[in-house]
């Protein structure tokens, strides 16, 4: 880890076999925000990580999603019960967030796959209290923005810290080293939009990113495989 990635000691990965999502602790407030949930398993690893950095004892207060996924949203209301957490979601995947999402073509995979573990593993519904847009500028650690990257889900969001030049991507691509990957067709509602929204993420001022899919690694690292996978490296 370089000086730069020093940011890092205020963020905590939450690596679970699914996905990974991250905790961020505002040192101003002395509070925890999460992008995004996990899904099954994600709550039991949040507890291990809290516990790990010494933050069992702050207080969640927000929840902020990249997009409406199930694998990202699954512990959502859980978690609202918990801590009384605000949830905060992209507007243009409101129906994605209801379970409503009109999928079509190759996407009506995804969309059989998230119906089914809806009904076999009883996903609990919950209430979106801010609707992001493109900009929005949330008050979390000094500023947290959000940027649009369709082509995942209609309203797909990264989120940048512009002070620390880091991008939380979501699934704008999936980071595994030699094995990473741009999410698979069947996954897209809006594979039109994938390539302009690579552009967009890389002409931001960043040092690294962090995807939701990947194995460990610096954010310098998954940046640069992101520069590779757009064809810029």
């Known amino acids: 880890m370089t000086a730069s990635e020093g940011f890092i000691t205020d963020l905590l990965p939450v690596r679970t076999p699914w996905v990974t999502f991250h905790v961020l602790r ?11 949930t996990g899904m099954l398993s994600g709550i039991p690893a ?13 207080p ?18 859980r978690l609202v019960a918990q801590t ?34 809806r009904l076999l593993l009883g996903f609990q519904g919950f209430k979106v209290d ?13 500023g947290l923005r959000a940027i649009h990257l369709p082509g995942h ?3 797909h969001m990264g989120f940048l810290l512009p002070h620390q030049k880091l991008l939380f991507s979501g699934d704008l691509f ?18 039109d939009l994938l390539t302009s929204s690579l552009r967009r993420a890389l002409d931001l001022d960043l040092i690294g990113c962090l995807p939701n899919h990947g194995w460990p690694a610096t954010p310098s690292e998954h940046l640069r495989i992101l520069n590779r996978l757009a064809g810029h490296g």
């Open 26 to 36: 505002d040192r101003e407030e002395n509070a925890l925000y999460l992008i995004d």
């Open 46 to 58: 949040l507890r291990r990580g809290l516990r790990s950095r010494g933050w069992s004892g702050l």
């Open 60 to 77: 969640i207060k927000g929840i902020v999603l990249t997009h409406g996924h199930f694998d990202h949203i699954w512990n959502v209301a």
């Open 84 to 117: 009384g957490a605000w949830v905060a979601a992209p507007r243009l995947d409101d129906l994605h967030c209801q379970g409503r999402y009109p999928y079509r073509g190759w996407s009506r995979v995804c969309g059989g796959l998230e119906a089914t573990g």
């Open 130 to 142: 801010h609707w992001i847009d493109d900009g929005t500028e949330l008050p979390i650690c000094g």
């Open 153 to 155: 889900t209609d309203g």
């Open 174 to 191: 999936a980071s595994f080293g030699p094995w990473s990957h741009l999410p698979p067709r069947f996954l897209n509602s809006r594979p």
